[in-house]
């Protein structure tokens, strides 16, 4: 499995995305997984990959939080978790689509 952190340098929520996966992944007991971050600079960039703003989280490639938003924009994403509308998934959404994803 490869895991993916998308953003662009003016979202700060991909470094605490990245934490998260990683909090995520071990949870479900899985230290081997490496957590990777790709910085997208330019139009072309994004729409070269599965990117829906920034932070967007891949496994494999593909975003593990589809919601038909990609974008070649160079823009912040918000994520709809139990508490509201924030920057980045919450740990407990991550655990379970990692694990859905297989």
Partial sequence: MRIEVLHIDECE?????GDRVREALDRLGDRSTAVGYRRL???EEAAS???????TITV???DLFPNG???TELACRIYFTPNGV???PT????????????
Avoid: K, M, Y
């Fill in 13 to 17: 929520n991909w470094e605490r995305a």
């Fill in 41 to 43: 600079q330019t139009s």
């Fill in 49 to 55: 990959v599965a990117f829906a703003g920034s932070p």
């Fill in 60 to 62: 494999d490639g593909e």
């Fill in 69 to 71: 938003a990609q974008t």
């Fill in 86 to 88: 924030a920057g980045l």
């Fill in 91 to 102: 740990v407990d959404q991550l655990v379970e689509a990692i694990s859905a994803h297989g």
